[in-house]
Nanobody, 126 residues
Framework: QVQLVESGGGLVQPGDSLRLSCAASGRTFSEFAVGWFRQTPEKERDLVATIGGSGGSTYYVDSVKGRFTISRDNAKATVYLQMNNLKLEDTAVYHC???????????????????WGPGTQVTVSS
């Protein structure tokens, strides 16, 4: 079992920054890839970024490349999503998820992400 809790969401203006945190407890955190996903009422939950267990490999969806940075601190069992130059279309509930199937390799898509946090709301509004 892995328990996840996200924090750091909020209401910001376009161009602002936020840093989301995903704190984990339970199984050995450094073994697993972690992904950040986002969901709106109009869309399914989509992968935004993912990072391998060691932190050496990352992936970003095209719409956030150059603006978002995923990182992790395994000693603190925490993964971060630094979001800069936020846009209106970044508004969503952001969830982190742990992939326990991929042996620490980042996975693009939803396969293997078996444990999810409840999410944190990010609202970008002018």
């Amino acid at each position: 079992q892995v328990q996840l809790v996200e924090s750091g969401g909020g209401l910001v203006q376009p161009g602002d920054s936020l840093r989301l945190s995903c704190a984990a407890s339970g199984r050995t955190f450094s073994e697993f890839a972690v992904g950040w996903f986002r969901q709106t009422p109009e869309k399914e939950r989509d992968l935004v970024a993912t990072i391998g267990g060691s932190g050496g490999s990352t992936y970003y969806v095209d719409s956030v490349k150059g603006r978002f940075t995923i990182s992790r601190d395994n000693a603190k069992a925490t993964v971060y999503l630094q979001m800069n130059n936020l846009k209106l279309e970044d508004t969503a509930v952001y969830h982190c998820a742990v992939n326990v199937e991929s042996n620490g390799v980042p996975v693009v898509g939803s396969w293997g992400y078996d444990y999810w946090g409840p999410g944190t709301q990010v609202t970008v509004s002018s």
